[in-house]
Nanobody, 124 residues
Framework: QVQLGEPGGGLVQAGGSLRLSCAASGRTSGAYAMGWFRQAPGKEREFVAGILWSSGGTDYADSVKGRFTISRDNAKNTVYLQMNNLKPEDTAVYHC?????????????????WGQGTQVTVSS
């Protein structure tokens, strides 16, 4: 089983930056693709970004493209989400997730492993 932890959330002003991290422990060989999702109050959970452990290939939601960067450190079993030029509409609980298929999916239901989530609040 893979466990995911996500420190790094917080409160930031619009235009500011935050970096989220997701450390994978346990049977990490079972997670081939990692994703970041977010969920705002009253809204559906939505895909933010994804990355493949092996090749480093990435995918981004249009709403964050050019502002967010996902990366991974294989030696540390950690995935990062660098968020720049944050906007109030980025406010949400951010979750990292892992799946045992070497394809990035934008559908949250296809991920087997989830972190507990971290709150990101962007003030205007």
């Amino acid at each position: 089983q893979v466990q995911l932890g996500e420190p790094g959330g917080g409160l930031v002003q619009a235009g500011g930056s935050l970096r989220l991290s997701c450390a994978a422990s346990g049977r990490t060989s079972g997670a081939y693709a990692m994703g970041w999702f977010r969920q705002a109050p009253g809204k559906e959970r939505e895909f933010v970004a994804g990355i493949l452990w092996s090749s480093g290939g990435t995918d981004y939601a249009d709403s964050v493209k050019g502002r967010f960067t996902i990366s991974r450190d294989n030696a540390k079993n950690t995935v990062y989400l660098q968020m720049n030029n944050l906007k109030p509409e980025d406010t949400a609980v951010y979750h990292c997730a892992g799946r045992s298929t070497n394809i990035i999916s934008r559908y949250h239901g296809s991920y087997s492993y989830w972190g507990q989530g971290t709150q990101v609040t962007v003030s205007s």
